[in-house]
């Protein structure tokens, strides 16, 4: 991302590099049971006040008490972002007038975050990028509210104090397809982590882009003013508002000159309808959040070892375990998503292959024939509940040779069928290889009987035999024909090299009689 | 950040906690807040360099709660009994002046 790229689909202006600068701030909710600082229950789609206690209500002489499985996502969540974890993070007050937070103050972290300096990493149109993350802190959500009420308005405090994560990128972004492949996959990365369910349509998670452009003209460059998009809750509207925002701040410079200077910075909001942003009502002050340490609550130091111990038992990161599937099964990158983005399924392939087969070969039956089971059923391969060890069996029967690629897929969709039987269902084990002999697909390796079937198929084919042996040219086509007819004659059930093996033997036999006589 | 507080000062930092004052409190209290912030003053004259910066002022770290919903044990609470409280109620909503425009975080 260092490399600096004119900025495409920009009406040309003779002499002018344009660089959009951006960075985003991200609101996760944390996927926790109970609110930041309380035990109150945190659900979407409750009966207005029905989740709030004396802390959520800022009444006087609440105490709050830090969500333990809040640190404990947050610091999975700075993992994941590559970042350092705080030995010592604390939190702050940020004054807030506003009904929806009554204590007056949210808590959140100011100068001590729990995270700090990471990376992550996106990938597009084949090209991994990285973004440097700033750093990521712990917060409490505000409450809602509704203003669909003439000359009042209403507040309804179930979401106050919701854990929150805000993510605070470097401004490392350039465009706006970027924007929205970065937040795809963080959001991606965030549920597949179990740090936060990142449901978009639950408001689960928000953007925020602080976007400019620096203009240059030949020697001298120009940076026109900040503006922050506030509260994006949908990967259409994050692109939709830098596309704009970016064509509004070059017309703005063009017609006005205006550039930047520190401190004046703006809020902007998104007409999700419009696809356009709009000024947001200036405060007659700027904010003055006047932060300070809440004197409630005691500071979190995580020691090492409780953070090797997080950071060791948490999920390998989707991006990670791509990259990792990609090189040890030996799969198209394509085909990556199918085996990762499920994270049972991408743990059974996992646990398949730990029994010790061939990788490819298993990884290969997880993309065809598996997945149409579980295609069929509507469900992911996980879904289909075989134990590992099933999977692993079928992969080693078919890399050995023991069965063909029609039988192997055969067998799947038996197995499938039988693991919904009260036998199963009751404890009885499945076995492959008795299925496969059940349904005769096991292939034999016996050399005579295989034997009698490539006599049998020379002998039906006598006068083939004869045309082949006497042009060179007709060889080729006389051995497939010949595998082909030994195949027939088995049920498939020959082992295709041991006959091929047969058949040439018999040839050059019968190719040296010729000779000699 | 030294220096005494002037009248412009504390009616800002009245304005911000959403105080009103009359003109007598406001030189009034212009007076002590400016011996408050002297006493820092006398405070900076110390030789910190060295010394941890001090986070919370009890030494105590890492209070947390298991992540468990559970009634509030707050005695004679009920959620019921705050909404009653309230100077003002929408059905189950509180009920406060118009605000306008958007929250933001």
Avoid at chain 1, 211 to 236: C, H, M, W, Y
Avoid at chain 2, 9 to 30: C, E, G, M, W
Wanted: glycine content about 6%; aromatic content about 6%.
């Amino acid at each position: 991302m260092n490399a600096r790229r004119v900025f495409k689909g920009m009406p040309r202006i003779a002499n002018l590099e344009i660089q959009p600068i951006i960075g985003l701030e991200i609101h996760v909710q944390l996927a926790t049971r109970t609110k930041m600082f309380c035990a109150c229950a945190a659900e979407f789609g409750a009966e207005p006040n029905t989740r709030a206690c004396p802390v959520c209500l800022g009444l006087p002489g609440a105490l709050p008490v830090v969500n333990a499985q809040a640190i404990e996502l947050a610091i999975r969540a700075g993992a994941a972002l590559n970042c350092s974890i705080a030995r010592l993070t604390k939190w702050d007050r940020k004054s807030y007038y506003y009904p929806d937070l009554p204590k007056n103050y949210q808590i959140s972290q100011f100068d001590l975050p729990i995270a700090e300096r990471g990376w992550f990493e996106f990938s597009r149109e084949g090209e991994t990028r990285r973004v440097r993350i700033r750093r990521a802190h712990l917060e409490e959500d505000a409450g809602k509210n509704v203003h669909d009420f003439p000359g009042f308005t209403a507040v309804d405090l179930n979401r106050a104090g919701t854990p929150l994560l805000e993510i605070v990128t470097e401004p490392d972004i350039h465009c706006a397809e970027d924007a929205r492949e970065f937040a795809i996959a963080l959001q991606r990365e965030i549920a597949y982590l179990g740090i936060g369910e990142a449901n978009m349509q639950k408001g689960q998670m928000r953007f925020e882009p602080n976007i400019n452009l620096e203009i240059r003209d030949g020697e001298q460059l120009a940076k026109t003013p900040i503006v922050e998009v506030k509260n994006l809750n949908s990967f259409r509207s994050l692109h939709g508002a830098i596309e704009f925002e970016i064509r509004r701040q070059l017309e703005e410079w063009q017609e006005r000159g205006v550039t930047g200077a520190r401190g004046n910075k703006s809020n902007r909001g998104w007409d999700d309808v419009r696809m356009v942003t709009v000024a947001q009502r200036e405060k007659e002050e700027a904010d003055d959040y006047r932060y300070f340490p809440d004197p409630d609550l005691p500071p979190v130091t995580p020691d090492a070892r409780r953070v090797a111990e997080i950071v060791g038992t948490m999920p390998e990161p989707s991006g990670v375990r791509t990259a990792r599937f990609i090189r040890e099964y030996q799969i198209p990158a394509k085909d990556a998503p199918a085996l990762v983005d499920d994270r049972a399924t991408a743990d059974l392939l996992d646990a398949a292959a730990a029994l010790g087969v061939d990788r490819a070969t298993l990884a290969r039956q997880f993309l065809s024939f598996w997945q149409m089971q579980a295609n069929a059923r509507q469900i992911s391969i996980a879904g289909l509940r075989l134990p590992a060890g099933v999977f692993a069996e079928l992969a080693q029967m078919s890399s050995s040779g023991r069965i063909n690629a029609t039988a192997a897929a055969t067998i799947a969709g038996e197995l499938v069928r039988r693991s919904d039987t009260a036998a199963v269902k009751a404890g009885e084990p499945l076995s492959v290889s008795s299925l496969a002999a059940e349904l005769g697909l096991l292939q034999t390796r016996d050399s005579d009987q295989i034997a009698g079937w490539v006599d049998a198929a020379f002998a039906a084919n006598a006068k083939a035999v004869q045309d082949a042996l006497a042009n060179p040219k007709k060889l080729i086509a006389a051995r497939g024909f010949l595998a082909g007819q030994v195949m027939k004659a088995s049920g498939g059930k020959a082992d295709p090299k041991i006959a091929g093996e047969l058949i040439e033997q018999k040839l050059r036999a019968l190719a040296g009689d010729a000779a000699r006589s | 950040m030294a220096g005494p507080i002037d009248e412009s000062a504390v009616r800002r930092a009245a304005k911000l906690a959403r105080l009103s004052l009359s003109n007598a409190d406001v030189s009034k209290f212009a007076q002590q807040l400016s011996t408050v912030i002297s006493y820092f003053e006398q405070l900076r004259q110390v030789d910190t360099a060295g010394a941890e910066p001090l986070n919370h002022p009890i030494e105590i770290a890492n209070v947390t709660r298991p992540d468990e919903p559970r009634a509030v044990h707050c005695d004679g609470f009920t959620i019921d009994a705050a909404l009653a409280n309230a100077p003002d109620l929408h059905g189950r909503y509180f009920r406060v002046p118009g605000v306008f425009g958007d929250s933001g975080s």
